[in-house]
């Protein structure tokens, strides 16, 4: 969304005589002012006879105007449909009766436009003159949605396959449990879409949804821009006064209780080498309420920027994480709070305790006059610096219309600032920070943190899908199996030593698509050399990993990476043709008899001389391996990137991958092998 500046005015009035220059002490700064109540950019308003609530705002700086339809209602309870109401906002832009998804789109770029829809209304911007086509087109997405099956089909996909990555998302896992935890699976917030809620939704829930909700009085229809009061009564009356208005009802919830007591509700995750930790629970905190501002203040001091609290603590005196933070957020039918940290395993329960630590300290004693100058000082600038976007000042004219504000509430907020005291921020945390009263998630590997957690409450196992459950007794390994046996079970899968031996260089090529994208994988290996590269099969290289007697180098989108001396060990280590023939140098231990896709797996953790780390799972049946994840150094810490082994082909009698899935957050790339070559010779200048 693209933004010009707002007008802001604010009057200063100085008037010093000489006498009075004369009789001032320059050694004591001067007291502050008074905080002014500031002249916000103005906004215009009408209401249409179908009951659409207009608002315009005028800014004439750039010759471009912005459109915006946005939905009042409150969220709707999904189901056994969930993810239906996404997915209806959606396809709402994907064609009309009028026109095709290709002609809309098409239509949209020949003028340089936007317009994207969602389950709670649209967007749209252009240059003013094209305002007349971009209303056409706003109009015709608006009236005429034609819902095609087809398309329907494509997002449906597209949303089981975001699914399907995020089960092995720790932050996905996080947010779905979070959600689980504090509003319940039958409220709003807490129901999350899953592979078979949205394999249900048909063209008819979408229809159905659309039917309901896109009504005239209930929505709001947002100007800005280059357009004047009399253009926009103008193009409001001939687009949108023949939308028909009708009946719309809003749900009703309980409001959900937080925990009688705090208890730490654990999803195991076994591949993580950290934990995200999430103090949390709902609060009845209404928007625009008399303690709403009070309690801002309360968590910028808390844990609302870098200089907070939590993150001080956390980050500057323990090092614990790369950042903490808390969230207090406002909401007509349920707030939240929330304190949060990305930590290493081993201190997982350190960090747990200093989080409490600092809930505690802000509840019983008063914050210092200078941390309450800074949280004041940070609100105020980014209240400031918001009034220069004209969008935010419509913003605030539909916020004062959907939740009842105060005309002066915005005009008033920083005097209202201004005045929150110590002791009202004290206040505050006695009423919304409750420490006795939490859920205490953490998801990462529960072997290595559980024993640490029982000091904060009892421990609750649950499962990505937010279902308690108890968890079964680690299952004993096979009497005198060792890491090196599992390893030599495997490589006698693939071919056996000697058959591995006799290969002295490959190639290999795979093939994926991305995105609608086709993507090309590489990988030649000879002697002290390797090169793996993943292009689109013709001009553009997007990351080239090269090995070349000892010599590492990595390139990505063009850029040469920086190495740590793990990630160049590492990188040596998988240039051999068959890497584990050569597992001398490294530490391996046999970690546990565990279970992938319904499957026995033997899990062994290697550890090289340099930092190097990598965890492999091998088939109980077949003795081959089904997943490796290499731990790799982040900004954020240490992660481990899996890759999945779906499938090998056996050639010349020795088996190799012949299908690999990557997967690194919400993205999942599966490459198939298309071509192999066994001891072909290679050119030097390939490893150049």
């Known amino acids: 969304m693209k933004f010009t500046k707002a007008i802001l005015a604010i009057g200063l009035v100085a008037g010093m005589g000489d006498g009075a220059l004369a009789q001032v002490d320059r050694s004591k700064a001067p007291l502050p002012g008074p905080a002014h109540e500031i002249k916000i950019g103005e906004y215009q308003s009408f209401t249409l006879e179908n009951g659409l609530q207009v608002f315009v705002v005028e800014n004439h700086k750039l010759p471009r105007v912005q459109f915006s339809i946005q939905l009042k209602h409150d969220p709707v309870l999904e189901g056994e449909k969930a993810g239906y109401v996404s997915i209806a906002g959606a396809l709402m832009g994907t064609g009309t009766a009028h026109r095709t998804k290709a002609q809309l789109d098409e239509e949209i770029d020949f003028i340089g436009a936007s317009l994207n829809t969602s389950a709670y209304g649209l967007y749209a911007s252009s240059l003013t003159k094209h305002t007349e086509k971009l209303l056409e087109l706003i109009t015709d997405v608006l009236y005429n949605p034609s819902f095609e099956q087809s398309e329907l089909d494509k997002l449906k996909t597209q949303t089981i396959s975001g699914i399907a990555a995020g089960k092995d998302d720790p932050g996905t ?272 590997k529960g072997a290595e943190v559980e024993k ?48 591995l031996g006799k290969i002295k260089s490959v190639k290999l090529v795979y093939k994926a698509n991305a995105m609608g994208q086709d993507l090309y994988m590489k990988i030649y290996k000879s002697p002290g050399k390797s090169l793996m590269e993943i292009s689109n099969g013709s001009d553009f290289t997007f990351q080239k990993t090269l090995c070349n007697e000892g010599t590492v180098s990595m390139m990505v989108m063009g850029n040469k990476q920086s190495l740590s001396d793990g990630e160049e060990e590492r990188i040596k280590f998988e240039s051999a043709v068959f890497p584990d023939l050569h597992l001398e140098a490294a530490k391996i231990s046999l970690v546990a008899l565990g279970q992938l896709d319904g499957k026995d797996v033997y899990v062994v953790e290697a550890t090289f001389p340099k930092g190097a780390k990598k965890v492999d799972y091998f088939d109980v ?59 072909p010779t290679l050119e030097s200048s390939i490893f150049e």
């Open 621 to 679: 049946e077949t003795g081959l391996k089904v997943k490796v994840e290499n731990e790799v150094s982040t900004p954020e810490g240490p992660k481990r990137f899996p890759l999945v082994i779906e499938g090998y082909k056996e050639v010349q009698g020795i088996r190799f991958p012949s299908k690999l899935v990557q997967q690194q957050g919400p993205v999942k790339v599966t490459f198939e092998l298309q071509e192999i070559e066994i001891n």
């Open 452 to 499: 640490g957690l029982g000091q904060f409450g009892k421990v609750k196992y649950y499962d990505i899908n937010g279902n308690e459950y108890v968890p079964k007794a680690a299952r004993p390994l096979p009497a005198g199996l060792t890491a090196e046996k599992v390893i030599e079970n495997y490589l006698v899968a693939l071919g056996g030593r000697q058959g």
């Open 173 to 444: 896992i996080a947010s779905n449990v979070r959600g689980f935890l504090l509003y319940g699976k039958n409220h709003p917030y807490g129901e999350v879409a899953t592979e078979k809620t949205v394999a249900s939704i048909s063209i008819e829930d979408c229809r159905g949804y659309y039917n309901t909700y896109f009504k005239p009085n209930n929505a709001y229809l947002v100007m800005v821009g280059d357009i004047t009061m009399k253009a926009a009564k103008k193009a409001a009356k001939e687009n949108f006064s023949q939308w028909k208005k009708g009946e719309v009802k809003n749900e009703t919830f309980p409001f959900p209780p937080a925990p009688q007591k705090t208890f730490v509700a654990l999803v195991d995750r076994p591949a993580s080498v950290q934990s995200i930790i999430n103090i949390a629970y709902p609060v009845d905190l209404k928007v625009g309420s008399e303690d709403a501002l009070k309690a801002k203040v309360m968590n910028q001091v808390l844990g609302g920027s870098f200089s907070a609290r939590l993150n001080q603590n956390l980050r500057e005196e323990h090092a614990y994480t790369y950042g903490a933070s808390s969230q207090l957020t406002s909401d007509d039918l349920v707030g939240r709070f929330s304190a949060s940290a990305s930590v290493r395993n081993e201190v997982t329960d350190s960090a747990i305790y200093q989080v409490l630590f600092e809930l505690n300290r802000i509840v019983n004693g008063p914050v210092g006059p200078g941390e309450l100058k800074a949280a004041k000082a940070s609100i105020a600038g980014a209240f400031g610096r918001s009034l220069e976007r004209p969008q935010t000042i419509a913003g605030f004219a539909v916020n004062t219309a959907k939740y009842n504000l105060p005309k002066d509430y915005y005009s008033s907020y920083l005097k209202r600032l201004d005045a929150v005291s110590v002791a009202d921020v004290q206040e505050a945390a006695q009423k919304y920070i409750r420490p006795g009263h939490a859920y205490i998630e953490v998801v990462g």
